[in-house]
């Protein structure tokens, strides 16, 4: 195994499945000459060429049109939004095609088709390149969201999603794509969609996030286990939509108590989604009412307030605590 950061083992997967795949192709502005904003796609230019690594223009309607025709057509197109936050002006297509062309045509066309794309708060960013709006997608019928937190999930996940004959939003949490490395497999190597991991066993308490917040629930973890004797369980959902509901249930039904980590705001997130479904098949094991940290309902603050935004391994410890203590 090689050691990783995210961006490489992204890079690795796009080489994997351009590799192994003459149908997979890659489109979005800046992706190929110079090898995108944040050097995923690198190297693949050269090693591919211009009709299998496309750069567009900077017309995210047009992209996102683009692999929806050339997923029509026999292709498996992986298209790149620079920032989630640009993303807005595709989304027509996304909720008038992408998530509608297997029930528009009763199953004759499938949509295999990847929109990847940066999103997240933490790296010091100006408006419009942080937010995480992850909650818009995962309603949205049709399709698939998947939001990986490491460097090994990532490229397990990228590959899965490339081959999978429905399309997937994958949304990358940018302030872990430098932020550390893990060992990573040469040979490919996938994880199922619509699967859970538990990244850390536990008895005393269920911690459920994905993403970059796997990292401060990580944090918070350890500062339980070392301070407070508690044993933790930690989720990580992995893909939002279809929803993992069976591993999150068993874990909160061992356990008796949940907290559910997300960046994005609290009104209507994915944390809500999670809290109904655990209540749904589980509330007759809970010892305490499940708790929310939280983004707040706010727009995402410029960098000098972003801190105060993002929930952290003590805010994550904090209402952990209170949880334990009810």
Same mark, same amino acid.
């Given at each position: ?28 502005? &800046?992706?190929?000459?110079? !090898? /995108?904003?944040?050097?995923?796609? +690198?190297?693949? $230019?050269?090693? %591919? =060429?211009? #009709?299998? @690594?496309? &750069?567009?223009?900077?017309? !995210? /309607?047009?992209?996102?049109?683009? +692999?929806?025709? $050339?997923?029509? %057509? =026999?292709? #498996?197109? @992986? ?248």
């Amino acid at each position: 195994m090689a050691l990783m950061n995210m961006v490489s083992s992204l890079n690795l997967a796009m080489d994997d499945a351009l590799r192994a795949d003459d149908n997979v192709v890659l489109l979005g502005q &800046d992706i190929g000459q110079d !090898e /995108g904003v944040f050097r995923v796609t +690198a190297n693949l $230019l050269k090693r %591919y =060429g211009p #009709k299998r @690594v496309i &750069d567009t223009p900077l017309a !995210e /309607g047009a992209i996102v049109g683009g +692999a929806v025709g $050339l997923a029509l %057509y =026999g292709f #498996k197109p @992986v298209a790149e939004m620079q920032f989630s936050g640009f993303f807005y002006q595709g989304f027509h297509q996304v909720e008038q095609h992408v998530s509608r062309f297997r029930n528009r045509t009763r199953g004759r066309f499938a949509m295999p088709l990847v929109l990847r794309m940066p999103y997240g708060g933490g790296i010091r960013a100006v408006e419009h390149h942080s937010e995480s709006r992850e909650a818009y997608y995962a309603h949205t019928p049709g399709v698939q969201m998947v939001i990986p937190s490491g460097p090994r999930n990532a490229r397990a996940l990228l590959l899965a999603s490339i081959q999978s004959p429905d399309p997937v939003i994958f949304f990358e949490p940018k302030a872990v794509y430098r932020a550390f490395k893990e060992e990573v497999p040469e040979e490919p190597e996938t994880m199922p969609l619509g699967k859970a991991h538990v990244a850390r066993a536990g008895t005393n308490l269920t911690i459920i996030a994905y993403g970059a917040m796997m990292r401060p629930v990580l944090e918070a973890a350890d500062d339980l286990a070392e301070s407070d004797g508690v044993s933790v369980e930690v989720i990580d959902v992995q893909t939002v939509s279809p929803l993992d509901t069976e591993t999150i249930k068993n874990s909160v039904v061992k356990t008796g108590r949940a907290v559910v980590v997300h960046e994005g705001p609290r009104t209507c997130g994915i944390g809500a989604e999670i809290v109904a479904r655990i209540v749904e098949t589980s509330l007759m094991h809970l010892e305490a009412p499940v708790r929310r940290v939280t983004g707040f309902d706010v727009q995402f603050p410029y960098f000098a307030r972003e801190r105060a935004f993002l929930p952290s391994a003590e805010r994550v410890a904090c209402v952990a605590r209170e949880v334990l203590a009810f």
